[in-house]
């Protein structure tokens, strides 16, 4: 069974362009939630989908957004970059409507430079 | 919102040690998850235990609800365990773990 997946693993991206990251869950997995992980401020909730639907959404500027198509993938787009937002971003997808066990992808490291 | 405290927040032991690992929080939770973070930064799963006790060979966890707080046991430890080892609590309600700031394991050989 394939694990969570999270494309591109890696981003060097200058500040001011936009970017978009990609998150396959577990097939059968509905949940999918994003954090952000920094060395200051460890790891922080982004925002959580279920159904398509966005159900929670973590202390970020508008700049952080997301989405789920109706096959459960996820897609997180952050626009106006800033060197702040340099971070390892990690997708992790859950089976039912309540958070039960989450897994983990590998995450996608982003720079800003 | 709900705190989620580890410690130790770094530890150094010798190959072969055993060694106890705290994630005390500050309200009732459903969910409660161990992890470690592999040098590549993904976060494997080590233990899903909202309650009680589990075991997976050298590895155990136990959490006690409702004293709010939760151990992790690492037996006869290696030098592949070290890394950063994750608790994370479900904030009720609100589809979202909670993260402490993680204990930071170096196993020496």
């Known amino acids: 069974k394939a694990g969570v997946t999270q494309t591109p693993r890696y981003l060097i991206k200058t500040r001011g362009q936009q970017v978009t990251l990609s998150c396959s869950p577990i097939s059968g997995h509905r949940s999918v939630s994003w954090y952000q992980q920094t060395p200051g401020q460890g790891l922080q909730f982004l925002f959580e989908?279920?159904?398509?639907?966005?159900?929670n959404k973590g202390n970020f500027p508008g700049r952080f957004s997301g989405r789920q198509f109706s096959n459960s993938r996820s897609e997180m787009n952050v626009s106006t970059l800033e060197l702040g937002d340099s971070a390892l971003y990690l997708c992790?997808?859950?089976?039912?409507?309540?958070?039960?066990?989450?897994?983990f992808g590998q995450g996608t490291r982003l720079t800003v430079v | 919102g709900i705190q989620v405290e580890q410690s130790p927040p770094d530890l150094i032991l010798q190959e072969g040690a055993n060694s106890t690992l705290r994630c005390n929080f500050s309200?009732?939770?459903?969910?409660l998850q161990w992890f470690h973070q592999n040098p590549w930064g993904q976060l494997i799963n080590l233990f899903y235990?909202?309650?009680g006790t589990k075991q997976n060979g050298r590895l155990s966890a136990t959490t006690v609800a409702t004293e709010r707080y939760s151990l992790l046991y690492i037996s006869s430890s290696q030098t592949t365990d070290s890394g950063v080892y994750f608790c994370a609590v479900e904030d009720s309600g609100t589809y979202k773990y909670i993260f402490g700031t993680g204990t930071r394991l170096k196993v020496l050989a």
């Open positions: 309200d009732s939770v459903n969910n």
């Open positions: 989908y279920f159904s398509e639907t966005q159900r």
């Open positions: 992790a997808s859950s089976l039912q409507d309540t958070v039960t066990e989450a897994f």
């Open positions: 235990i909202p309650s």
